[in-house]
């Protein structure tokens, strides 16, 4: 068969977070584990290109990965393979973008990552297999990324045995009590010393490794972005007021305020009514604006980031935030405020 | 010691409403007298009032519901009943109190910051509402065009509790079909049962989103005892139209869905106490109210506590707090939550979950697509603003968090979720 | 960074509107303060120390 494999700019040999913003391209043949993943797939397959894009591209076009797979696919690409990306929150999800894409255009797809990969929540529709936590499990991997692969290109299902991992899906149903009546008998197998009856199991949150800090906030470029549902009066975007599944970017140059009447709030989940009669409740634009022209803070950055944190699923949280931070990084800013509600 | 004092509850069956000229109810059938019931509502905050009718099984679909109330009174005038809004604001709970099980009064339309929120009284989302399988009266208006939407909001509060009162006075001198002694735990002795409570947070975010207990807010302040009587005596009406699923109108806290089990159970547990809480805006408030909370159970010397919320992911904080200062206090602690995992269920589904407290009941996931399909005739709004005004009475995919009440964490339904490899 | 509510996280209502704006310009400066410190793991910075 004829493999494509993706792989982030850090794996393409270009450069770490220097190199994050780099467009999608694609090079002829293997390219660094590529090589390795290559000779374990054997002679009867041929890894023909590497698609390659910066983690920070990725994050914040969503659209490369259809790109990438229409270029793959008229190269004669007969299946892409994605990976791995560990723990790498950027890539994973590039990772598991990429493989949704091929899917999506009926190509064999396949995406490397470990279970704590926040990529997995994209991954809806496609195919994962575990990888390790760091690049230091390269090795078993591959090992598991290429005997996955021939699986795959052999038209078979993968298992959790061959190590396939991904979304565990909630799905509604009925019980046979109702929820009352099942609290009340819980409180029963509470009371016999039962710790671990729930309906709900408890979920481990990812850990995320804080950014170094700024040295100096007087030269430092800020942003401001929210997810208080500030919006440009009258909403023109349709923000949602609750369950928001996207987000809005809008200007604030020549402002030096957010008045009363030219921003709002559609939160759906407090009152709004302070903070529509001083929208810099939400986003401290008057202050700083002062702020900047004092020189406490370097430069504002030209536009926010906002979306509305009501109901929220956490994998478009973690989509949005992903987003943001590609973006803003791609522009230059060294620091956010974030205002929540 | 002192015999147990508690409420009587005479239960009248209603199987079959209609409007007609005047109130009355006999073996079940519930008329409605439309003028008086348009006088009860007359306000400065309203042009004109409408009334409609919506039975179990009937193509219909209630869109933009409010409140909820289940008709109930303790003599003429409603004889104290719905205290501080319609009677004295004095502690009910004790002696009669007629009901009309199987009928509800509702007010459905806009109000701004009210959440569309959706009941189908036949089809694929019927069996989660509660309100889907009574009898309703529905209210429908249009505002003055000097009236506040404020205004708007308390002339329904105040004409809602009287209407509902005003119908379950047809029923005054009727042969009840149930009489059921409700006993109220404060004066109950003890009888080594284990002793359980309830703790019912209830929404405190101002106008539109804010719960009545007496006719007043819990905003701002501790939380407080009362009796479980109380609640069917209309002590708490609500207020609060956000997260239509997670809704818990007055008819839930009249009926609750926790005290009611608890009562079921009762040669294996003793219904100790009902705690009300406020759910405060803020962490260090939500920690204070969690903290003292549980020390007034460990004063009412509880072995365990059910704890619910109302309202979306901040909320979950309301109850995992709790839950976790019960632990501590060494009260079991079992909380009552609904899951926002995801329009897949893949996500998370607790925003905020317990750290030291295990035991959760889930009433099912909130983003969970279901399609209804088309109905007969619509009430309350014409079309459903969320569906960029697609018309009320066509198919439409909508969340379970769409769905009046299907989620509320008193318990009612029987949703939970079961796990799926993806 | 914990404020003084959910519907205003940068701002307090209950304030005069000077008191509120001073208010708000204290919340920036600690977190210019916060994004200049160096942290390990979720850290909470008193926005009010006063209080």
Redesign the interface.
Known sequence: MKIVHYVNQFFAGMGGEDSAGTGPELRDGATGPGRKLASLLGDEHEIIATAVCGDDYAASHPEFAAELVARAKERGAEMIVAGPSFTSGRYGMACARIAAAASEADLPALASMHPDNPGI?EA?GTTVVESGLTARQMKDSLERFAAAALKIASGEELT?RDGRI???????????????????A??????GGD??????P??D?DSVTPAAPIADAGEALFALVTEGGFVPFGNPDRLE???ATKWVRHSLDGLDSADEGAFMSVH??????WANADPNRILPLDVAREMEREGAIGRLHGEYLGTT????????ARRFGMEWAADLRQQGIQAAILTAT | MQADVGLTRMVHEVSELDLGERTSYDAGRLTVGEDTVRDLLQDGAFAEVRLGVASPGDSVRIVGVLDAIQPCSKGPGGGGAFPGLLGPAMPVGRGETHVLRGAAVLAAGYLP?A?EAVIDMSGPAA?LSPLAATHNLVVEWTPAEDASWEDVDQALRRGLVKVAAHLAEAALDAEPDAVEELADPATSAANGK?R?GVILNLQT?????DVFVYGRSLSGGLPTVISPTELDDGAVVSGQF??PSLKNPTYLHQTH??V???R??SD??ELAALVLCPEP????NKELVSAHAARLCKQLKL??A?ATKE????ADADVSLKMDRLEEEGI???G??A????????????VV??TKA???????????RMTLPVVERALGRPSIALLDDQASTDEVVL???AVYCAQS?????????????? | M??????FPAGDPELGPEQERAWRRQLLQRALHAVATPVSEPTVFDADPVQ
């Open positions: 929540g809806a959790a991904g979304p565990v899906a909630r799905t509604n149903r009925f019980a046979a009590d109702n929820a009352a009546q099942r609290a009340v819980l409180v029963l197998t509470r009371l710790r671990d009856a729930t309906e709900i408890l979920p949150f007021s609750a369950r759906g989940g407090f009152s709004t009514v944190g009501n109901g929220t699923t956490v994998a478009d | 910051r959440q069996p284990p359980v975010q101002g106008t539109f989103k956000g997260h869905p926790v009611a089990a608890l079921e159970r294996e547990l805006v803020d962490q260090a072995d365990a059910i309202g979306g992911g901040n079991a602690a079992v009552i939550l899951e926002m995992a995801g329009r897949d269920g893949t996500g998370p589904p607790l979950p317990p295990t035991a959760l009941v889930s009433t099912g996931n909130y983003d969970e969340p379970v968090a964490t008193l318990g009612w339904g029987r949703l939970t979720c079961a796990e799926v490899l993806a | 914990s404020t003084r509510g959910i519907p």
